[in-house]
């Protein structure tokens, strides 16, 4: 069973471009390091993600100057949920781990 965790997050503009990211609470960042025993390039952590009626699989990356990670929500997702910069979404975000 994949490890599920559950928070809400406000969605950022990147400032070096178009990326609209969250960012991942600090206590549920540290349980992705626990409970993802490998870590993919640039430290990725596969993860399932489910935002209002939308589900899609992506990766989750560490963000250097906070510790904790970042998920990018591409603007599909935030066109079909009605979601943008500045908003607060809740997730549940699935861990993937093989």
Do not use: Y
Request: glycine share 8%; aromatic share 10%; charged share 30%.
């Amino acid at each position: 069973m994949e490890p599920i965790l559950e928070f809400s997050a406000d969605l950022w503009l990147h400032p070096k471009g178009s990326w609209v990211f969250l960012t991942v609470p600090e206590d549920e960042s540290e349980d992705i390091r626990e409970l993802a025993p490998n870590f993919g390039g640039f430290g990725s952590v596969r993860v399932r993600v489910t935002i209002g009626e939308s589900e899609w699989k992506t990766s989750v990356f560490p963000q250097s100057n906070e510790g904790c990670f970042v998920l990018p929500v591409k603007k599909p997702i935030r066109s079909k949920e009605e979601i943008d910069v500045g908003d607060t979404v809740d997730v549940e975000l699935a861990l993937i781990i093989d």
